[in-house]
């Protein structure tokens, strides 16, 4: 059973289990294969550097779909497509984006509070997140950390420079509240919910996969961000049959 009323009111939700350890597991190896594929680049934002301290690293890939079929059947997989439509409140989910994120072992970068919102705004608010964990995320692995009822203050001003963050001072990481989670587990959020991550200080990589996900009648204000996806239906119909 999905926790909505939960969700709607601390505008986030940690599903537990959602996939097997086993399958978890192979799609972590999936994310990796991919990874070493790809041209390496490190998208880690100016201002997560100053966070940290230090050197640290990224690792990522867009839409990761179209490098491996494995995660174009996971993200129409009715365990996630389901939990998704129930926490939007519509029967039909469509695709924004995907990303692969691993925060390599002992020096994985941090991400400063932000909201999603910010980065793509659109007309309603049904538009979330969910952060599959391919391995265990706990607090020393920068594990992603919430501040809970914070997607009901709309879209906040944000920072530009350093990767368009929420100001540090009024917005401390350590604020939030860690959500630690364990390889198969999927954390959903929605794109108005203010979250970061810290840095990974463990010996093992830190592996997810985010899925943007939203309402097909919740339209863009802005053409501001393109994914090679962005329009799939996972689940239900585009009532308005548009082209995105």
């Not at 940290?52 to 990522?60: I, K, M, Q, V």
């Given at each position: 059973?999905?926790d909505?009323g939960?969700?709607r ?9 959602l996939?097997?350890k086993?399958e ?10 991919v ?10 934002w ?5 966070l ?14 179209f490098y491996?079929?494995a ?10 497509t ?14 924004h984006?995907?990303?692969?994120f ?6 994985g970068?941090?991400?400063p ?7 793509f ?5 049904a ?12 607090e020393e ?8 009822g ?6 906040l001003?944000h ?18 509240v860690p959500i630690?989670?364990?390889?198969g ?8 919910t203010?979250?970061g991550?810290?840095i ?12 943007q996900?939203?309402?097909p009648?919740?339209?863009?204000v ?6 090679r996806?962005?329009g ?7 009532p308005?049959m548009?082209?995105?």
């Open positions: 059973m999905v909505v939960f969700y009111e601390n505008g986030y939700l940690l599903v537990k289990g996939l097997g086993g978890a597991a192979a799609y972590r190896d999936e994310c990796h294969g990874l070493g594929r790809l041209r390496k680049t490190d998208p880690t100016g201002s997560a550097r100053g940290a301290g230090g050197p640290t690293e990224l690792r990522h890939c867009h839409d990761a779909q491996s079929a995660f174009a059947k996971l993200m129409v997989d009715p365990r996630f389901d939990v998704a439509a129930a926490v939007l409140g519509t029967e039909n989910v469509q695709l984006h995907t990303k692969i691993v925060k390599p072992a002992e020096k970068s941090p991400f509070m932000h909201q999603d919102a910010a980065h705004p659109h007309a309603t608010d538009v979330g997140a969910a952060i599959f964990h391919f391995d265990d995320a706990p692995k920068g594990c992603v950390r919430v501040m809970p914070s997607h009901k203050r709309g879209i001003p920072v530009e420079e350093g990767g368009w963050h929420l100001p540090l001072d009024e917005w401390p990481l350590e604020a939030a630690e989670a364990e390889a587990d999927v954390l959903l959020f929605s794109y108005l203010v979250h991550s810290g990974n200080s463990a010996d093992e990589a830190r592996t997810t996969w985010l899925v996900f939203r309402d009648e919740a339209l863009p802005d053409d501001v961000h393109r994914s996806g962005q799939m239906m996972l689940r239900g119909i585009d308005a548009r082209l995105t």
